[in-house]
């Protein structure tokens, strides 16, 4: 099954690709590995703002992460010249999670976007990871991540 068709089994419509908010590219190719930026979390077209622990709890953040996810894959559409079956495989994701001092449970966040990865790209979407929480995120975003991925 191509990724095309997991996507819309998972009712996913590509997004363009975000416009850079700073003096950045969206990627960055080096031989076969492809490096996407950070992408916020966005609702709305709008920065997802909240901070995990305060304003909302693990299952909204899972869900700030998952619409993360989709918005790197629309930047990894583009960034294999339209060709998401060309990812070899996803190497690591690395999450920044808007969060108070005492909550923890930033893995679990993270969880959204690694979920949907794996669900997109099967065994190729098993990836390295890691979560941190973090005191802000730009523009006041709950979850931010960047992704890096080998391709064929």
């Known amino acids: 099954m191509s990724v095309y068709d997991r996507l819309q089994e998972l009712n996913i419509t590509l997004p363009p ?13 080096t031989g076969n590995l492809v490096f996407l930026s950070g992408h916020i979390a966005r609702r709305d077209g709008k920065p997802w703002v909240a ?10 953040g899972k869900a700030a992460a998952r619409a993360v996810a989709i ?12 060709d998401l079956n060309r990812v070899k495989r996803i190497v690591k994701l690395m999450s920044l999670v808007n969060s108070t001092g ?11 976007a690694s979920e949907l990865i794996g669900q997109v790209f099967g065994e190729a979407g098993k990836h390295a990871r890691s979560a941190f929480g973090v005191a802000q995120i ?3 975003a709950c979850v931010e991540i960047e992704l890096i991925a080998e391709l064929a």
């Open 102 to 112: 005492d909550f923890t449970e930033q893995h679990l966040v993270t969880n959204g």
């Open 71 to 82: 918005d790197l894959l629309g930047t990894l559409h583009e960034a294999t010249g339209g």
């Open 138 to 140: 730009p523009m006041g």
């Open 51 to 60: 901070q995990l622990g305060r304003d909302i709890g693990t299952e909204e």
């Open 17 to 29: 690709v975000a416009v850079p908010a700073a003096a950045y590219v969206p990627y960055v190719q």
